[in-house]
C-alpha cells in the first residue's frame, strides 16, 4: 500500500519574513490603538451617563455643544480604531503560532487578553458600525450591551499592556524606534495611520460641517433633510396617532403637568399664550451627526411654575405607544436650564409630524435621543 506523505508542519513565527511582523511595529500599532480605544471608551462613557444619569455625578449642562463634540469624538475614534486593529492584528498574527500552545502563565495570561480584547473589539466595532449606519439588525439592546463590553475591551487592553509592558518599553527605546523606521516599518505604520484618518474624514462630516462634501460615507446630511435636521424616527415606526397632524389644524391636544402642588391639563392656546422663546441649539445624536438649529418654543420652567415649579427632576413622556425612549428622564439643572423649551417650531417652520408636533423637548448638551418628540406629560419627580 502506497504511505501517504505526512502532513506539513504547523508554521512557525520565524515563517514569517516580512519586516512588518516585528514587535516594534506591533508596539506602535498598539500604541495608537491603545489612544484610539481609550477616547472612544472615555467618550462613551459620557454618552451612556446621558442616558442613565447617576444622582451623584451630574453632568453639566454646557456647553450647549458639548455632547455634540464629545459624541462625534466617540465615532470617529470608533471610526479610526477599525483599520488600526486590522493592521496591529496582521503585524501580530505570526505569534499565534508559538508553540507550545500551552506556555507559561505569563503568555497563558497574553493569549487570554488578546483572545478577550479581540473579540469584544469586533463585538463593539461592528454592532457600532451598524448603529451609525441605522442598521439595526440586532435583537438586543444595543447601549446596554456596548457598555458591557466596552468594559470587558477596557478590562483586556489593561490586562493586555500590563503583560507586555516589557515589549513595549523596548519598543520605545532609541533603538526601537529606530528599527520601526527600517525595512518598510515605517511605511506601514504611517499608511495605517493614513487608512485611519481617510475613514474618519470620509464619515465626520455629519458632524464636522467644513467637511460636508468629502465626507462620502457620512451616516445623516442635515442640509437636505426636513426643517434642516434628520429624522431618525418617524411618527409611523413610533405609531403615532394620525390625530396628531398639523395638517389637520386639530388644537384639541393637551399637555398633563404634575408637579409640586398638583397637576393641571394645558391646551394648545394656553401653551402659545405663554411668553414664547427662540434659541439655538445643536441637536446631536449617538449616531454621531449633528445639526445647527433655531427652536422656538415655551421655556419648560415657565410650563412647570403652573404647578409649583422645577422642584427635581423631570420624566418627559412620548405619545410613543412603545420603545426605549418613550420617557426620559431630565435633570433638575436641565430643567431649570433658560435655553430648554418645549419646542414649537423648529428653523422658522411649524413643527412636522416626524419632528415631534405638536410639541418636543429640545435641551442644551443632551443626545437627541432623550430630546423626546411628540410630548403628552411632564412630571415632576421630588
Known sequence: ?????????????????????????????????????????????????????????????????????????????????????????YAAYPRLFTRPVVGSPVQMLERASI??????????????????????????????????????AIGALAVHIAVKLPAIRDALTPAGVARSKSNGRRGFILGALAVATGAVVLTVGSTIPALDKVSVLRSR???????????????????????????????SWQLSVRGTTGERVVTAAELRALPQRTVSLPIACVEGWSADATWQGVRLRDVLDLVGGVGGDVAVRSAEASGTYRESLLPRAYADHPSTLLALRLNGSRLTRDHGFPVRLIAPNRPGVLQTKWVTDLEVRS
Open 221 to 251: 446630511r442635515p442640509r437636505n433633510s426636513p426643517l434642516g435636521v434628520p429624522v431618525n424616527r418617524t411618527a409611523a415606526q413610533a405609531r403615532i396617532s394620525p390625530d396628531l397632524d398639523p395638517a389637520t389644524g386639530d388644537d
Open 1 to 89: 500500500m502506497r504511505k501517504l506523505p505526512a502532513p506539513p508542519a504547523p508554521p512557525t513565527p520565524e515563517d514569517f519574513t516580512s519586516p512588518v511582523h516585528d514587535r516594534t511595529v506591533v508596539a506602535r500599532m498598539g500604541a495608537l490603538l491603545g489612544v484610539a480605544f481609550t477616547i472612544c471608551f472615555l467618550t462613551g462613557i459620557l454618552s451612556h451617563l446621558h442616558q442613565y444619569p447617576i444622582s451623584w455625578l451630574p453632568i453639566p449642562t454646557g456647553p450647549a455643544w458639548g455632547y455634540r463634540v464629545t459624541q462625534g469624538l466617540h465615532v470617529a475614534s470608533g471610526t479610526a480604531s477599525v483599520p488600526l486593529l486590522l493592521a496591529k492584528l
Open 115 to 152: 483572545a478577550v480584547l479581540v473579540g469584544s473589539s469586533l463585538m463593539m466595532v461592528s454592532t457600532g458600525i451598524a448603529n451609525v449606519a441605522g442598521w439595526y439588525v440586532f435583537g438586543f439592546g444595543f447601549t446596554k450591551v456596548h457598555w458591557a463590553f466596552a468594559w470587558v
